[in-house]
């Protein structure tokens, strides 16, 4: 019997959608559910929750939970990470209330940025032990990684492990569908390929039936009709001819462009919304019982509706070998020429029993991958301080980020590092 494990399944509404996906697969309505988290109360409400999507969909799959994640990896064959480590509080309010006093803003924080780069070495010493625990246990397992930050993750895993992992984000199939209704176009009448790495991918072809879509997305961006969430995005295609994949909030703080403490002026103009992950976080505390409550209540029949995630996705083409196309962050071995070779990728992948089996793109346009070149560089130092133990490269990483670098002096961002690296006590290894 198939055995596919969630790593994190505290992660309720989360894993309550994956759960949802997998279960509505013919092939897989037999598997084993082995949820996995430190939380006993939150797994506990995720286990009810699962059992709850099996009995409205009239499926029996094992559904397992368990403290002891040596426990749920073992015999897997497919494992699905969703943690986060030292979550909100105190990991997420260090990363923004130390550099606030510094005069350093950031909006998400959990993919580049001084924010990404600490959340990075908070999560991959934790990742190095679980596949530790994965090449005892399970070292066929198909590794499906949703955690941030996704590309120093991959990257880390990538370079220190023998684990078959893939990430998985939303963002391309998600602004897809914002851009088809942007122009006004069914999204399933539209082709596109995108490229580049997690959250800085662009969509080098927009098509329906072979008409170049982009005029009519330039003609939103020009004419006054970009969504006041996009702004930053529509700003970035004027100005190097491509849409990025990820959120204006998202990609404001990977560039060196829209969040200036003396620029009041951008902010406002870009609607770039500070704090905003602070905001979410808060958002979903308050909710959080309120939720609870409703999900662990006997009368509770969840809504199942198919999400955009790959998981299900991926794991139904490799039992089945009914192939699908997904976009996933692997290494990068061949497939972008003008990106460093071993970094971490978003490309289309073909998935069928054969596994993920990414698809090379050739050369990004120029302008594109200078940019991107700018994150890995960010990416390469954070994961080089992760695996060897050596603070002088997470000096290095805070140095070379782009937001970073155009706000604070040299001084400045070596004190940062100083004050967040005791803020994070215990929740990091010692650097030497």
């Known amino acids: 019997m198939t055995k596919i494990t969630f ?12 759960t949802g996906d997998i279960l509505q697969c013919a092939a897989l309505q037999d598997v084993t559910l082995s949820l996995h988290d430190i939380d006993e109360e ?46 909100y509080k105190p ?18 924080g959990d993919t580049l940025g001084i924010g990404g780069i600490m959340r990075a070495l908070r ?16 070292p066929d397992v198909m590794h499906l990684n949703y955690v941030n930050p996704m590309a120093m993750n991959c990257l880390g895993l990538n370079r220190a492990t023998s684990i078959s992992t893939v990430g998985l984000c939303h963002s391309v199939q998600g602004t897809a569908r914002q851009l088809a209704c942007d122009v006004g176009v069914p999204l399933e009448e539209v082709n596109y390929l995108a490229a580049g790495i997690n959250h800085m991918a662009f969509y080098l072809k927009f ?21 006041e969430h996009n702004l930053v995005r529509y700003e970035m295609l004027q100005r190097l001819g491509y849409f990025v994949t990820e959120s204006s909030e998202h990609f404001s703080e990977y560039v060196p462009w829209f969040i200036k403490r003396d620029r009041a002026d951008l902010v406002e103009e870009f609607n770039v919304p500070l704090d905003e992950y602070l905001r979410r976080c808060e958002l979903q505390i308050d909710h959080w019982q309120k939720l609870r409550a409703e999900m662990e209540a006997p009368d509770y029949r969840p809504e199942i509706r198919r999400s955009m995630e790959y998981g299900s996705q991926i794991i139904n083409a490799m039992e089945t070998d ?48 200078a940019l991107i070149r700018t994150n890995v560089n960010v990416q390469e130092l954070t994961v080089e301080a992760a695996l060897t133990g050596r603070r002088e490269h997470i000096y290095h990483a805070a140095m070379l980020d782009p937001h970073t670098a155009a706000e604070l002096s040299l001084e400045q961002i070596y004190a940062l590092v100083d004050e967040l690296i005791e803020a994070h006590g215990d929740w990091l290894p010692a650097y030497h």
């Open 207 to 227: 098509e329906r039936d072979g008409e170049d879509l982009y005029p009519l997305i330039h003609r939103v961006g020009t004419e006054g009709g970009a969504p």
């Open 7 to 18: 790593i994190g399944a505290g992660s309720t509404v989360f894993a309550r959608n994956l």
């Open 42 to 87: 939150r797994l506990s409400t995720s286990g009810i929750v699962a059992r709850r999507v099996a009995e409205t969909l009239g499926v029996a799959p094992t559904i397992e939970t368990t403290t002891d994640r040596r426990a749920a990896l073992d015999g897997a064959d497919y494992a699905i990470s969703m943690f986060q480590i030292a979550g």
């Open 91 to 108: 990991g997420t309010v260090i990363d923004f209330e130390v550099p606030k006093r510094y005069g350093l803003r950031q909006t998400i």
């Open 322 to 369: 009914e192939p699908v196309v997904i976009y996933g962050n692997v290494s990068n071995d061949g497939l972008i020429d003008n990106l460093p070779q071993g970094c971490a990728v978003e490309v289309p992948c073909l998935v069928d029993r054969n596994g993920v089996q990414p698809t090379r793109v050739g050369a990004l346009p120029p302008q594109l991958a």
């Open 123 to 138: 999560t991959l010493p934790v990742f190095l032990k679980m596949a530790r625990d994965m090449q005892e246990l399970c």
